[in-house]
């Protein structure tokens, strides 16, 4: 009841009504305190003008007399700045990604760390904001997981020795659609202390579904499968067409000595073949630059075990 829950990029606040509804659900309030103690713990921030206007509406339409709704951006603010008072318990976020900062945002995040992707900063901007013992749901680009150039690998690096990135969960690329076709991911950390290993699982489209659509969306009850292997938890292996093809997996534990070995490439547990949809131009671009940074990782990652096999430095 007294924990800090915070969404940084707000958009229409789904995410804190979300977490409202449950907390009343699930937890007794038996006083009018507690009720007004779990609002003033709920906090949005959002950058544009329309979605701020419709967060602040709709956490006045589920209950909360005085809706913490920031209009402004979360990234001006130096992370390296942040006191104990202003960091959070539970982050739950979806973060914008495809979109670039200017140079000033960029200055207030570490060297090493920051990029122009804006789902990368708002990832250093939650390690630098989460509590001890803190716990975050967010959803991120597939771009994230095989990214592998200095910058996206030292925040995977920050957050995997920082945190305990138990779960990963690999959406299909149709779950927001027909707003967007690009795939994306649910991570599931806490830092309760470093990452030894880490859960992937695909999530694959229900039978009869060659994708989600608007008239056919996503709903909790296709999700119900997620929850009964989290509950559940086993390794899965993707059947063979014949016994010469590579092993893959639907879902499996990958200890943290393989993710290092790997370079901090993550793109496991991934589909082994693409959904078949049509895409805006835009979409289209974005995906091929993906497409084309995983295999350049790939290439990568090959060449350094034939070099490590000749003894190459």
Excluded at 19 to 26: M, P, Q, T
Excluded at 179 to 193: C, P, Q, R
Excluded at 235 to 258: L, P, R
Aim: charged residues 30%.
């Amino acid at each position: 009841m007294g924990e800090k829950m915070a969404d940084f990029a707000a958009g229409t606040g789904g995410f804190a009504v979300s977490a409202l509804e449950y907390i009343r659900a699930h937890i007794e309030v038996k006083r009018a305190e507690d009720e007004d103690k779990m609002q003033e713990n709920i906090m949005c921030v959002e950058k544009k003008q329309l979605p701020y206007m419709l967060c602040t509406t709709n956490l006045l339409l589920h209950g909360i007399a005085d809706p913490k709704v920031m209009h402004g951006n979360s990234l001006e603010r130096n992370v390296r700045e942040y006191r104990e008072d202003e960091k959070v318990n539970v982050v739950l976020m979806n973060p914008p990604y495809g979109g670039h900062e200017q140079v000033s945002i960029l200055n207030n995040f570490p060297a090493d760390l920051r990029n122009s992707e804006t789902a990368d900063l708002f990832m250093i901007e939650i390690l630098y904001r989460l509590k001890e013992n803190g716990r975050v749901g967010i959803i991120l680009p597939d771009g994230f997981l095989f990214g592998t150039d200095n910058s996206k690998v030292a925040i995977k690096k920050k957050l995997m020795s920082e945190c305990n990135l138990h779960t990963v969960i690999r959406m299909c690329g149709s779950v927001f659609a027909p707003y967007t076709s690009i795939a994306t991911n649910l991570l599931f950390f806490d830092k309760t202390g470093p990452t030894k290993e880490t859960w992937f699982y695909r999530f694959e489209l229900p039978e009869g579904y060659k994708a989600f659509s608007k008239t056919r969306p996503l709903t909790l009850e296709h999700m119900q499968v997620i929850t009964d292997w989290w509950d559940n938890r086993v390794e899965i292996m993707d059947e063979k067409e014949d016994e010469s093809m590579t092993e893959t997996w639907k879902a499996k534990k990958y200890g943290i000595e393989e993710i290092m070995g790997r370079g901090y490439n993550i793109d496991l547990c991934g589909f082994p073949t693409k959904e078949e949809v049509i895409l805006l131009p835009e979409e289209t671009i974005k995906i091929f630059k993906e497409k084309r940074a995983s295999l350049d990782a790939k290439m990568d990652e090959k060449l350094q075990e034939i070099l490590n096999l000749l003894g190459v430095e």
